[in-house]
């Protein structure tokens, strides 16, 4: 019946429309771009699978449509924006000088474009400032792993003296001795109050909804064959083919979240610290992500790669042999337009960068 | 010994050997594709589980669940290596150079 195909119709309509705005309103920290434009852009030269030869390696490449939540800490406006402020709030640190945002500052791809992060009193640390871009997906955190989850990871360099220096048992009375907090941690926790616990969980909601641009390379995923240039679609091939980069940068975010040593001129042990008796994870540190990757050098643990090219010239021939080398390093030959042709690739990982609004802080 | 005793002492003697009667098994997990197969198992204390590596890489298999935390070592491919469980628990068992592989282990009595 014509009536009830146009009611199915508009409830699919109106359907659509809900959860798009319910997508933009949880995205709307990284500014991503408005899915009308993809839509357009899908129109014009679309690859099906049927006759894509790509298809099925870019199947394991397609963005998620819903930030996941874990059942312990649900998501909830009132979380994110408390979340937001505490992320900001330089009265978290012992000097009051340094939160979250100064070494993961979405100035700098939620980094802070430094070789190895600063700390307290300036000094200077051991690693660099991981992004937080895509944490939500993040299976492990810190470069070694020590931290199981978002909630675990956002207490320690609170806590840490070479990093924030705020001892955990004054942390709770400083936040407390500001009065708006009090009335935001009620809306965000009814009846709970502040503790260690709720800060921790109102900072890993806020990061979980830290998500990395729409980038060409999406958008050549959904089957728009004019979003990327030739040269980046040979590029992908080679990261998946002969560069085999995606032995560990696989999956849309570009990593397996899993420990490799890559042969790098670095002393620092990595996860190997942490469990010493397995020789695959001396020197071992978690593949990071892709997303954005333009704008995040430096590059490595340790900042010790400066631009891609670098990078690519290590995986090719640059890297160390040692018995904890990971399986699946191994040199590459690639030729000298293979390797522009995966810069070109690498590029597209890059989308349109919106600026971040600065919450204005409790009082 | 008169006969109710004897009787007795024999009742004392095959109550305590049906209380051996369970023999502690002896189970086979398997590890390839950086997954864990199968995914979820449930033992018994005492049971010996085996972990092989039928996989191209290296694995670490490792607990963190409180009071029931091991560390298997590094695991090259083609070997195994063996875990006894001694304690009830739920465990959760996971690689540590993979961590995206996970596997449950529940230990009754």
């Known amino acids: 019946m014509i009536q009830g195909i146009n009611h199915r119709a508009a409830a699919i309509g109106v359907a659509?429309?809900?959860?798009?705005?319910?997508?933009?309103?949880?995205?709307?920290?990284?500014?991503?771009?408005?899915?009308?434009?993809?839509?357009?852009?899908?129109q014009t030269a679309m690859a099906t699978p049927a006759t894509d030869p790509l298809a099925a390696i870019k199947s394991a490449y397609v963005r998620p449509t819903e930030i996941p939540f874990p059942e312990d800490n649900a998501y909830s406006p009132n979380?994110?924006?408390?979340?937001?402020?505490?992320?900001?709030?330089?009265?978290?640190?012992?000097?009051k000088l340094l939160s979250c945002a100064s070494c993961h500052n979405p100035g700098y791809g939620w980094s802070d474009g430094q070789p190895l992060a600063v700390g307290h009193g300036m000094q200077i640390l051991g690693r660099r400032s991981p992004t937080i871009l895509n944490a939500a997906w993040g299976e492990i955190f810190f470069w070694d792993g020590r931290a199981d989850s978002l909630e675990t990871q956002a207490l320690g360099p609170i806590a840490s003296p070479g990093e924030m220096n705020m001892p955990l048992d004054q942390l709770v009375d400083v936040i407390a001795?500001?009065?708006?907090y009090v009335q935001l941690f009620d809306d965000a926790f009814p009846g709970e109050g502040i503790t260690l616990d709720n800060i921790a969980k109102s900072i890993a909601t806020f990061e979980r909804t830290v998500v990395s641009s729409r980038a060409p390379f999406d958008a050549w995923i959904a089957g728009d064959e004019t979003a990327i240039p030739d040269a980046a679609k040979r590029g992908f091939q080679i990261f998946a083919g002969k560069a085999n980069c995606t032995a560990c940068h696989s999956g849309w975010n570009m990593t397996d979240d899993s420990f490799h040593d890559i042969g790098l001129a670095s002393i620092d042990e990595g996860r190997g610290a942490l469990i010493p008796d397995v020789v695959k994870l001396q020197h071992a540190f978690k593949t990071p992500g892709l997303r954005d990757l333009t704008r995040r050098a430096p590059y490595m643990h340790d900042g010790s790669l400066t631009t891609l090219a670098e990078v690519v010239d290590h995986y090719d021939r640059g890297f160390i042999t040692r018995p904890s080398l990971s399986e699946d390093m191994k040199p590459l030959h690639l030729t000298g337009e293979e390797k522009q042709d995966l810069l070109a690739f690498l590029d597209t990982l890059t989308g349109e960068l919106a600026p971040v609004v600065v919450p204005v802080l409790p009082r | 010994m008169n006969?109710?005793?004897q009787i007795l002492v024999a009742g004392a003697v095959i109550a305590a050997s049906s209380a051996s009667v369970y023999a502690a098994k002896s189970l086979t997990v398997g590890q390839v594709n950086k997954m864990f197969s199968p995914g979820e198992i449930s033992v018994?204390?005492?049971d010996e589980v085996e972990f092989a590596n039928n996989d191209k890489v290296t694995h670490n298999v490792m607990s963190r669940t409180k009071s029931h935390a091991f560390n298997l070592g590094s695991q090259k491919p083609g070997t195994q290596a063996v875990h006894v469980f001694t304690k009830p628990g739920d465990l959760e068992v996971r690689c540590g150079i993979h961590p995206r592989m996970k596997m449950k282990i529940a230990v009754t009595e």
């Open chain 2, 3 to 5: 006969i109710l005793n």
């Open chain 1, 16 to 42: 659509s429309a809900a959860v798009l705005c319910a997508l933009a309103v949880v995205w709307s920290q990284n500014g991503a771009n408005a899915d009308a434009s993809a839509t357009a852009a899908t």
């Open chain 1, 79 to 95: 979380k994110v924006a408390l979340g937001k402020l505490l992320y900001f709030d330089t009265r978290l640190s012992g000097s």
């Open chain 2, 44 to 46: 018994k204390v005492g």
């Open chain 1, 177 to 180: 001795a500001i009065p708006d």
